[in-house]
């Protein structure tokens, strides 16, 4: 049987070439030339014809909707981004830095998953069946009856899901599968794209559960076409130093759980273990309370998590640096701005570094009074009381606004040893906690006196 011959198509246009070009023959456009499969005029049937099944029109309340099973992996942190567990014909994707853990994550989940009585199989594209078993054997996964499959071609691929219905297939990686309908190289756009499209559907056919392990670019996203994470059910980034031995799963997109969920993990001789409390990474270990440090309690999905900001004022040239690692740099110079607007304290003609400390990454805005607190701290040089924490956001006129969920933060402070708290005043409780001394405040001027007060 030929091969069906493909053609070109324009992103930008929609015009077709029969070859590709560097410039689109209708619209001037360039690089904008993709592979792809040519429109047949014989009725076929749709690749994603099981996607959604056709059905009548009817009202929400009238349709019977029951929540999806889920199959937990045997690893808690892991569960926990999932959204408690895999789910029958879900499709995750799952990318990251070369060598950070994603192969022996999901190594290690197959095997704790075929344990439980799960069918599950293992897809290589990038190492042969004898180097996944030595993994296996260094992760101290002995006697293991994960099967798998060294392969790259998706029609050999689908031919072994349908034969063999697993329950949980690992693709590793998506960017090594190739269709033998399309003649572009493995991790290719056009490939790339289809490939998925053909593994999703068979997904939602069969009800197999496929993980999806993604190559990601230079600047860190996920490589291959943005359709690709909105192919699949949830998308998965992993995160941290390979320097380091800790890191984070955070969850991007995740149509049957929380988003910006996280999950911990430490990078053993024996592979990726869960950390349950991950409070514990991000605090530094002072004998003593130390000049610019301090406590904040941060949300990252459900989970609150204390974390530890760094400042260091020095003193610098006539273009002071202002440089932050895990918080956004635009943010701190109008938090500077603002303290010296609205608190007078000055830093022009300072150098100011801030740092979360353990290379986790603060996107909400409850962690500006603690940055403020740590500035002022160093500047000043002395060190905030010992079982100090703060949270809350500033805003530009200097007000502090209230962060969201302000009991469970206070909560988790005070479960952890922590007395003494600065908080807005809408965070303020109702009932005393135990052991936790909370002091209010409504304005940035307010924090500074009460810090003061404490010193």
């Not at 406590?295 to 040239?317: F, H, K, N, W, Y």
Request: net charge neutral; glycine share 10%; aromatic share 4%.
């Amino acid at each position: 049987m030929a091969k069906e011959k493909t053609v070109y198509v324009c992103s930008d246009c929609g015009g077709t070439s029969p070859k590709w070009l560097g410039k689109c023959p209708a619209c001037n456009a360039w690089n904008t030339l993709i592979e792809s499969l040519p429109e047949s005029t014989a009725p076929t049937k749709n690749r994603f014809a099981s996607l959604a099944k056709t059905a009548v029109v009817a009202t929400l309340g009238d349709i019977d909707a029951v929540d999806m099973a889920r199959t937990p992996t045997g690893h808690e942190e892991l569960d926990r981004v999932l959204g408690g567990g895999m789910v029958e014909g879900g499709v995750v994707l799952i990318g990251g830095d070369p060598g950070i853990g994603k192969s022996t994550l999901l190594l290690q989940a197959l095997d704790s998953l075929q344990r439980s009585g799960q069918n599950t199989l293992y897809v290589t594209g990038e190492e042969s069946g004898a180097q996944v078993a030595l993994r296996s054997r260094r992760l101290g996964l002995l006697n293991s009856q994960v099967k798998v499959l060294a392969e790259i071609q998706l029609e050999k691929i689908l031919a072994t899901l349908d034969a063999m219905q697993p329950d949980i297939a690992v693709i590793d990686s998506i960017q090594t599968v190739y269709s033998d309908q399309l003649t572009s190289a493995p991790g290719s756009v056009a490939q790339v794209r289809e490939c998925a499209a053909h593994l999703t559907r068979a997904a939602k056919a069969s009800g197999v559960a496929i993980v999806l392990v993604g190559h990601v670019t230079k600047e860190g996203a996920l490589a291959g076409p943005r359709v690709l994470e909105h192919m699949v059910d949830t998308v998965l980034y992993f995160e941290g130093d390979t320097h380091s031995s800790f890191r984070l799963v955070r969850a991007i997109k995740n149509r049957f759980g929380a988003v910006n969920e996280i999950g911990v993990f430490a990078m053993t001789e024996k592979g990726l273990k869960g950390v349950s409390n991950p409070s514990a990474i991000f605090l530094s270990q002072h004998a003593e309370p130390v000049p610019g440090s301090c406590v904040m309690v941060t949300l990252e999905g459900t989970r609150p998590m204390l974390v530890e900001i760094q400042a260091l004022v020095d003193s610098g040239g006539p273009s002071p640096r202002r440089l932050s690692v895990g918080l956004d740099r635009d943010r701190l110079a109008m938090l500077l701005a603002v303290l010296h607007r609205h608190a007078g304290v000055a830093c022009m003609d300072q150098d100011v570094f801030v740092n979360a400390v353990g290379g986790v990454r603060i996107s909400e805005p409850a962690a500006d009074l603690a940055v403020l607190l740590a500035i002022t701290s160093s500047l000043r040089g002395k060190p905030l009381p010992k079982g100090f924490f703060a949270f809350g956001e500033v805003g530009l006129a200097g007000e502090v606004r209230p962060a969201p969920r302000g009991q469970e933060r206070l909560k988790e402070a005070a479960k952890l040893g922590f007395s003494v708290a600065l908080v807005p005043k809408a965070n303020a409780p109702k009932k005393p906690i135990e052991g936790l001394t909370i002091h209010a405040v409504e304005r940035v001027e307010q924090a500074m006196e009460v810090v003061r007060g404490l010193g």
